[in-house]
């Protein structure tokens, strides 16, 4: 690993070098990196399979140049981000009313939601002038997303604790709602449990209070459906259940596409309008954009165009199959380890584990010490996964690893001193 205390002297070269050899270079720079393709990797990687990656790669690289800012002069990317967001659409129950536009990620589509509620606050203040800052009423288990968004808009957002299996409480989130509450939100599922909040509930909250409601499917969007094919019972949580606003939906985790890509879709053109920034007062006229962001890569478009076509409903059972029977090899593996159990009921591929007994981080450290990556969770306190295709190659040996460092906790009663750190 590079030594971040140091301060890097990079140096633009005079002249350029050759290709090759900077190819060398890069893989040797590449040599510490997360080993995700032998699945030893928790979090943050998602890959379908090899073939997925060559049909990612060829069609971002055919649009590497051209900007997904100026649609209007390239019909080609338009005509495939209309495509995404209508299947999009599609796997999220919406009707023909619905519409949205791809992001650069899921915090772009929260802050884009959240912006649109944010947007929708200037006729809640008109209601209520005493409103100074909005509130966003979200679960205990919401991504921090929401807060960083609700950080740049101004806004406050109120925790609400989650109930005892988890799951966002749609009784105390609407006790939690104020005047000055513009907007209410809930997972499906919840990153780090991986429980789908009750949507439906909620949304009946948000009906009756006549507030804007985003359910955040980031993480399970686009694959949840083809669970629910293969025989998964995944409860409503999109368009399909009346009250939800808006719902984010990552083409690059569950989708599978290459990163910088997101959907962000609303029930109506009115909702999404109310979003969008017109700026007139510089000298090259009207600026309008529907996103956070202004040049955008067509790459990202053209490829998670390609990679959804390219696998199709079949492709995404299947890998909805081969993501649910790892997840069934998993937990039964897990269930045999003395002291481990579950948190919670999590219907997909996000879960936490725990440990009785002894310190579940401690299981933490010592799988660390043996290259597995570890994403920690704090409350409760366990040990988070997300799981892919590849796991499928690795989780027999992840298993064994869990086995024999759980024993040992407990034999030893060690504590670990390591908290719960997310990444930057
Ligand atoms: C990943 C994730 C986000 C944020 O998405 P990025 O693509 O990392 O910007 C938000 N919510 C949930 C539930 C997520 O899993």
């Known amino acids: 690993m590079s030594d971040e205390t140091q301060p890097h002297h990079a140096r633009l070269p005079e002249r350029g070098r050759p290709w090759e050899e900077l190819r060398d270079a890069i893989q040797g720079l590449r040599r510490d990196d997360l080993d995700w393709r032998h699945g030893r990797h928790s979090a943050l990687i998602w890959y379908a399979d090899d073939d997925v990656e060559r049909v990612s790669s060829e069609a971002f690289g055919m649009f590497l140049v051209e900007n997904g800012l100026g649609l209007r ?3 080609s990317p338009r005509r495939m981000e209309e495509d995404v967001v209508a299947i999009g659409r599609e796997l999220l129950g919406g009707d023909d009313g619905v519409c949205g536009h791809m992001t650069s990620g899921g915090t772009e589509s929260l802050f884009l939601a959240a912006h649109a509620a944010h947007a929708a606050r200037e006729w809640a203040r008109r209601r209520q002038p005493t409103v100074v800052r909005p509130e ?5 288990s919401a991504h921090p997303a929401i807060d960083k968004a609700a950080h740049y808009l101004g806004m406050d957002v109120v925790r609400v604790p989650v109930r005892a299996n988890f799951r966002a409480d749609s009784v105390a989130m609407e006790a939690a709602i104020t005047p000055a509450t513009v907007m209410l939100c809930a997972s499906a599922p ?18 009756r209070h006549g507030l804007w409601f985003h359910v955040d499917a980031c993480v399970g969007g686009i694959l949840a459906p083809f669970a629910r094919e293969i025989g998964v019972a995944v409860p409503a949580f999109a368009f399909d259940v009346p009250g939800v606003t808006s719902v984010s939906a990552d083409l690059h985790k569950s989708g599978f596409t290459p990163k910088g890509a997101s959907t962000v879709l609303f029930r109506s053109a009115e909702r999404q309008e109310v979003g969008v920034f017109h700026f007139d007062g510089w000298p090259s006229g009207r600026y309008s954009t529907r996103t956070f962001t202004g040049t955008r890569p067509g790459g990202a478009i053209a490829a998670s165009w390609a990679v959804l076509n390219f696998l199709g409903r079949e492709g995404y059972r299947r ?5 649910m029977a790892t997840r069934a090899r998993l937990l039964a593996g897990l269930a045999a380890i003395g002291g481990v159990h579950v948190w919670g009921d999590p219907e997909l591929w996000a ?50 690893a869990v086995a024999d460092a759980a024993r040992q906790v407990r034999a030893t009663g060690e504590r670990s001193a390591v908290d719960a750190v997310y990444w930057s």
């Not at 966003?136 to 205990?140: C, K, L, M, Q």
């Not at 890998?319 to 993501?323: C, E, F, Y």
């Open 73 to 75: 002069f390239f019909p």
């Open 319 to 323: 890998i909805a199959g081969t993501v």
């Open 136 to 140: 966003v009423v979200v679960p205990g």
């Open 351 to 400: 879960l936490g584990y725990g440990l009785e007994g002894g310190d579940i981080f401690a299981v933490a450290d010592r799988l660390e010490s043996q290259s597995w990556h570890v994403a920690r969770i704090r409350e409760p306190r366990g040990i988070h996964l997300m799981i892919t295709p590849v796991h499928a190659r690795s989780v027999d040996e992840y298993l064994v």
């Open 190 to 207: 919840t990153y780090s449990l991986g429980v789908v909040d009750p949507i439906a509930q909620v949304g009946e909250v948000a009906a």
